[in-house]
């Protein structure tokens, strides 16, 4: 399919709803009501094809001393999949949707704010498909964005099985053997 400013929007929103919503966000489920990290988010990452990949990180301890359990790691994997699943069932507040439509809107305007950013600008639109206008094209169609929008960019976002890259201790990879068997099915 043909990259637009529309789908730049929706997977950008998506990606913003899932990492920050007020209530469908993971930083404010994983880590402020379930307590499991230090920091959590989703970041979307596009090249010049506008492929990409979303990530969705987490730093949580899981062998500290007042602890003595290694279940986080499950847990912040299940959480992951909870959120995402919202994502894909639309399972997100309107309120959220024009909130991060605002933030994107107040981003791409900051990508021009000094002389340098104006000259970075223009340089990255013309190796865009959409031309110079490419940043003034991606505001534009932000309000465009419906909730049907966003829930079918997650779908097709999420319709691959995921890539986990865990980096813990020893204990902590052993203790969920079991767990990530299941990953791989």
């Given at each position: 399919t043909k990259y637009s400013p529309k789908d730049f929007a929706s997977r950008t929103l998506m990606s913003m709803i899932l990492s920050r919503g007020e209530d469908t966000g993971l930083f404010n489920n994983?880590?402020?009501?379930?307590?499991?990290?230090?920091?959590?988010?989703?970041?979307?990452?596009?090249?010049?094809?506008?492929?990409?990949?979303?990530?969705?990180?987490?730093?949580?301890?899981t062998d500290s001393d007042d602890l003595?359990?290694?279940?986080?790691?499950?847990?912040?994997?299940?959480?992951?999949?909870?959120?995402?699943?919202?994502?894909?069932n639309g399972e997100f507040t309107d309120k959220e949707l024009e909130s991060m439509k605002l933030s994107l809107k107040s981003q791409l305007l900051e990508t021009a704010s000094t002389q340098?950013?104006?000259?970075?600008?223009?340089?990255?639109?013309?190796?865009?498909n959409l031309g110079l206008n490419d940043v003034n094209l991606k505001y534009d169609a932000?309000?465009?964005?419906?909730?049907?929008?966003?829930?079918?960019a997650a779908i097709e976002i999420f319709s691959n099985k995921p890539i986990y890259s865990i980096r813990a201790s020893k204990d902590t990879?052993?203790?969920?053997?079991?767990?990530?068997a299941t990953l791989e099915q």
């Amino acid at each position: 399919t043909k990259y637009s400013p529309k789908d730049f929007a929706s997977r950008t929103l998506m990606s913003m709803i899932l990492s920050r919503g007020e209530d469908t966000g993971l930083f404010n489920n994983l880590r402020e009501k379930e307590k499991l990290a230090y920091s959590v988010g989703a970041d979307m990452m596009t090249n010049s094809n506008h492929s990409g990949l979303l990530m969705c990180n987490i730093l949580t301890t899981t062998d500290s001393d007042d602890l003595k359990s290694y279940d986080n790691v499950k847990r912040s994997i299940e959480g992951f999949n909870r959120q995402i699943n919202k994502m894909v069932n639309g399972e997100f507040t309107d309120k959220e949707l024009e909130s991060m439509k605002l933030s994107l809107k107040s981003q791409l305007l900051e990508t021009a704010s000094t002389q340098a950013d104006k000259v970075d600008t223009a340089m990255s639109g013309l190796s865009s498909n959409l031309g110079l206008n490419d940043v003034n094209l991606k505001y534009d169609a932000v309000d465009s964005v419906t909730r049907e929008d966003i829930q079918q960019a997650a779908i097709e976002i999420f319709s691959n099985k995921p890539i986990y890259s865990i980096r813990a201790s020893k204990d902590t990879l052993e203790a969920n053997k079991d767990f990530f068997a299941t990953l791989e099915q």
